[in-house]
């Protein structure tokens, strides 16, 4: 494909001959939450990159065995970039990188993209990161159109898609601006249910584990009183 590379024997150089390339690491990113079609990736998620390069990338992604197409179930015609086995062994270089960039994102633009699915990728990087879960539980999250619920079982806490199948000690509803502003401590949650941009339902003390959990604090302003209640009875 004409890449250039570093000629160093050195895996970090091995792996940046392959994935250091602008936008490479970010469809990478895109298909560790799941397949996309080549107009997904170019209208929804990338927007700014070139078809050429997309295509480009793609293909070189296709060619070292990070990515595979494959049929669109239930379309005949239609095609979706999915992960490898080997791509998917990326996704902890993506949640370390997402963990990291959480301290670095200084603030939001009005015109910057947000994605509710960035949302999911953060919270699980910040689950990876975070301590062991203080109990057996479940926090419910609706971000935007997108559900998903952190498990906490057996001391180990894991982020899946979709509502929980039982009851959860905790339900936070938000828009994906207001939701990574908050896991970014731009607001803080108090300030973000005060606005009326986030809904926070269930036990006062599951939000104080689900707080610790990811590593935020219910209020960054010390002079209003911290009090999870207060800020659970407040929900709308």
């Keep these: 494909m004409g890449t250039k590379r570093y000629q160093q ?3 970090v150089a091995a792996a940046l001959d392959i994935v250091g390339e602008r ?5 990478i990113r895109d298909l560790v939450t799941g397949p996309k079609r080549y107009n997904q ?7 700014g990159i070139g078809p050429n390069l997309l295509a480009s990338r793609l293909q070189m992604l296709t060619d070292e065995g990070l990515v595979e197409r494959e049929p669109v179930p239930g379309d005949g015609r239609g095609v979706e970039y999915r992960l490898t086995e080997s791509g998917k062994a990326l996704k902890p270089v993506i949640l370390g990188l997402a963990s990291w960039g959480l301290s670095h994102i200084t603030s939001y633009q009005p015109a910057d993209l947000v994605r509710a699915e960035w949302g999911v990728l953060a919270v699980e990087a910040m689950v990876a990161a975070g301590p062991a879960p203080e109990a057996d ?3 419910e999250f609706h971000i935007g159109d997108q559900a998903f619920f952190v498990l906490c079982e ?14 959860s000690a905790l ?6 601006e207001t939701f990574i502003r908050v896991g970014t401590e731009q607001i803080s949650p108090l300030d973000a249910v005060l606005s009326g941009k986030m809904s926070i339902s269930g036990d ?13 604090s219910l209020n960054t302003d010390e002079d209003k009183p911290p009090t999870d209640k207060g800020l659970v009875e407040a929900a709308p």
């Design 9 to 11: 024997m050195c895996a």
């Design 154 to 167: 057996n001391g180990t806490a894991t982020v899946v898609e979709g509502s929980a199948p039982s009851e």
């Design 204 to 216: 006062s003390m599951a939000l104080s584990r689900c707080l610790r959990l990811l590593g935020l």
């Design 137 to 139: 539980e479940a926090y």
């Design 41 to 47: 990736l170019l209208g929804e998620t990338l927007v």
């Design 23 to 27: 936008w490479t690491l970010l469809i």
């Design 171 to 176: 339900v936070v509803a938000s828009d994906p």
